[in-house]
């Protein structure tokens, strides 16, 4: 029988993390103290809290908790903390790229405004970088439930900042609320200011918000994508393309996109010939990182050790990572199957 390889020791690229969702148990308990921020209770018990976002008040309750962990975050030297911890977990799940995704509108008015704050991320990311040698870089995301004149700004703000880190121009939250055509001038602005466009949908509603966000947004990478798998014509266009969904299997059992881990459609898209790069989303809440979803593909869908490897290499290639540090990856990657 072959030897089972370590996933953690398997270098690959994670391209779907949110920001605050990214801070571990302990901290979240630790800033809460020093802040006197009563948590809700789904937060202090250590067991992910239970949530279904398949309807508007279980997307409300997940929200809900998001906001209270995000409320903890108030000064430069906790969101230093939060990057560096981060990044640290990253490399111990044998991460060598990290893109962490943050809508800097959140954290502004605590941070000095909304530039101030988005300078306090980036420069959150150079120390982290520093600090731990993983390469990272930042995705600016809008949200699907503000106006759209806002995402327009925040496009502005990320195309300003692209030589400071900032490698791609998102779309989060419910994506049962706002049309992605509300967004195309936002994403227009990213894209023609050299920004990547990766938007959030095929998650809470089906194929059509996919289709939507490559007819709309001229999307390259689709954060979730899974229902696609719905549609075998989507399927083979998002193969066609080259266009990397950023699937996040925890996450869609968590929120109750799907039932168990075995219903999640990692082979359907893989066998699509679909390229994915597997993400934790919000660990926070979810309760495992990016090695564990390396662990659902194996345990739940049968993926082999060169398929594993093969998942790694897509997630390097959908990455906005450069040459050097993708050639290393990639190589990093034979080694760890020959090993």
Same mark, same amino acid.
Not at 10 to 35: N, V
Not at 209 to 234: F, M, T, W
Not at 296 to 310: G, M, S, Y
């Given at each position: ?140 995301? *809008?949200? #699907?439930?503000? +106006?759209?004149?806002? &995402?327009?700004?925040?496009? =502005? %703000?990320?195309? @300003?900042? !692209?030589? $400071? /880190? ?52 001229? *999307?390259? #990478?689709?954060? +979730?994508?899974?229902? &696609?798998?719905?549609?075998? =014509? %989507?399927?083979? @266009?998002? !193969?066609? $393309? /080259? ?54 593909? #194996?345990?739940? +869908? ?8 093969? %998942? ?28």
């Amino acid at each position: 029988m072959e030897r089972v390889r370590d996933v953690s020791e398997l270098p690959k690229a994670h391209l779907h993390l949110h920001f605050t969702g990214s801070m571990r148990h302990t901290t979240l308990l630790e800033l809460a103290d020093k802040y006197g921020v009563r948590l809700p209770e789904a937060l202090t018990s250590g067991e992910p809290p239970k949530l279904r976002a398949t309807d508007e008040r279980g997307w409300f309750r997940f929200q809900r908790l998001y906001d209270a962990a995000r409320s903890c975050l108030r000064e430069p030297e906790d969101i230093q903390r939060l990057v560096r911890e981060a990044a640290e977990e990253d490399i111990k799940d044998g991460s060598g790229w990290l893109e962490i995704q943050v809508d800097p509108t959140s954290y502004a008015p605590r941070l000095g405004g909304l530039i101030a704050a988005l300078e306090v991320i980036l420069d959150a990311v150079d120390s982290a970088v520093r600090d731990t040698g993983l390469g990272m870089r930042v995705l600016v995301a *809008a949200n #699907r439930m503000k +106006h759209p004149l806002d &995402a327009r700004t925040l496009a =502005r %703000l990320a195309v @300003r900042y !692209a030589d $400071r /880190g900032i490698v791609g121009f998102g779309l989060s939250n419910d994506e049962r609320r706002g049309m992605a055509r509300d967004f195309d001038r936002a994403f227009a602005i990213a894209r023609e200011g050299g920004l990547m466009s990766a938007p959030h949908g095929g998650e809470l509603t089906g194929p059509a918000s996919v289709r939507d966000c490559l007819d709309d947004l001229h *999307a390259s #990478r689709i954060g +979730h994508g899974v229902r &696609a798998a719905e549609d075998p =014509r %989507l399927l083979k @266009r998002l !193969a066609d $393309r /080259g266009v990397t969904c950023e699937v996040c299997p925890a996450s869609n059992v968590a929120l109750g996109v799907y039932e168990k881990h075995a219903d999640v459609p990692l082979r359907t898209l893989f066998e699509a010939g679909v390229p994915m790069a597997l993400g934790a989303d919000d660990p926070l809440l979810f309760g495992s990182r990016l090695a564990a979803q390396y662990e659902i593909a #194996r345990r739940h +869908h049968a993926f082999t050790d060169p398929e594993l490897a093969e %998942l790694a290499r897509q997630s390097v290639r959908a990455s906005a990572a450069p040459e050097d540090v993708r050639a290393k990856l990639l190589s990093g990657i034979d080694d760890w199957l020959t090993s």
